[in-house]
């Protein structure tokens, strides 16, 4: 089943990658934290153009930045991506 996922988000990522050429991939989230699909990701996306970003901790880099938008909106000039998966 993890195989199958995995497979389907790489998928649907390399075609969001390739339509709209991003400089960065910033993986944060808890299916990040997923050593195999941050070696799929990273593998597949990773080019002289374009950089994967991990942090330490995925999973909690989105607590993170919740907890400072609610203590400060002022800590960020825009907190929508253009695109995100």
Same mark, same amino acid.
């Given at each position: 089943f993890h195989e199958v996922v995995v497979k389907k988000t790489v998928e649907c990522v390399l075609r969001l990658s390739l339509a709209?050429?991003?400089k960065y991939? =910033?993986?944060v989230g808890g299916f %990040?934290?997923?050593d195999h699909l941050q070696k799929q990701l990273a593998g597949m996306l990773t080019t %002289?153009?374009?950089k994967v970003i991990i942090p330490d901790r995925p999973g909690l880099a989105v607590v993170k #930045? /919740? +907890?400072l =938008? #609610? +203590?400060s909106r002022d800590a960020f /000039? %825009?907190?929508m991506l253009r695109y995100t998966y």
């Open positions: 709209h050429k991003p991939v =910033f993986m %990040s934290e997923s %002289s153009t374009r #930045g /919740a +907890v =938008f #609610g +203590v /000039a %825009s907190r």
